[in-house]
Structure formats: structure tokens, C-alpha cells
């Protein structure tokens, strides 16, 4: 049954096409990736502690800040705007690792006090 349309194939387009465009995005997978590489070579080459911890919470803001500095735009935005994201996710980050440290010094001394009251029957 025909229609009177002519079906024709079309080649799919790739956006951009600005080549500026593409070697910036090239950039910043490259970037990441290095960042990434950075990150799987300390995992396998130093010892497990909170050093370790800390440089991987570290090169993970390092990645999701680049992330989304670049992908929504906020480099090129008012300063202002980019440290009222940032200052409130610090405080996060710095209030999960204190929650952590604390909850592991109430255990450490909560297992220790019913090692001593054990002793002291």
C-alpha cells in the first residue's frame, strides 16, 4: 500500500559538530579519567586507614566538583554562586566524618566498659 511518502534513509547526525566543542569534551573525560587512575592506583598501592579515606573523599570532591563545574555550567557563573554549593557540601562531608569518628569512639568505649565491668566481677 503506498502513501505517496518516499522513504528515504538520512545518515544519523552527530552533535556538535564544533570541534572546539568535542576536543573540550574529550578534556574532561581525560581529566577524569587520569583522576580516576590516580584514585586506582593508591587503592592498590597504599595501606588501608583513614589516610587513604581521606584522599579518596578528597579526589571524589576534586571529581564531583570539576563534574559539575563543567557539565552544569557553574565555572562560568558568579563565584558567589559556586561557594554557597560548596561551603554547605563541605559541612556535610565534615558532619558525616564526625558522626563516623564519633560513633567509632562510643563503640571503642562502650566495648571497653563492658570489658572492664567483666573484669572487675
Request: net charge positive; charged share 15%.
Amino acid at each position: 500500500m503506498a502513501h505517496g511518502h518516499h522513504t528515504t534513509a538520512h545518515a544519523p547526525q552527530v552533535l556538535p559538530k564544533d570541534k572546539e566543542k568535542i576536543k573540550k569534551i574529550w578534556l574532561t573525560a581525560l581529566i577524569l579519567a587520569v583522576v580516576t587512575a590516580i584514585e586506582f592506583l593508591l587503592a592498590f598501592t597504599m595501606e588501608r586507614g583513614s589516610l587513604l579515606t581521606s584522599i579518596f573523599v578528597l579526589l571524589t570532591f576534586v571529581k564531583s566538583f570539576y563534574i559539575v563545574g563543567e557539565f552544569m555550567h557553574l565555572k562560568y557563573e558568579v563565584k558567589t554562586l559556586i561557594w554557597s554549593i560548596v561551603i554547605p557540601t563541605l559541612f556535610i562531608v565534615w558532619l558525616i566524618v564526625a558522626l563516623l569518628v564519633e560513633g567509632n569512639a562510643i563503640l571503642h568505649f562502650r566495648n571497653l566498659w563492658q570489658w572492664y565491668a567483666g573484669i572487675a566481677k
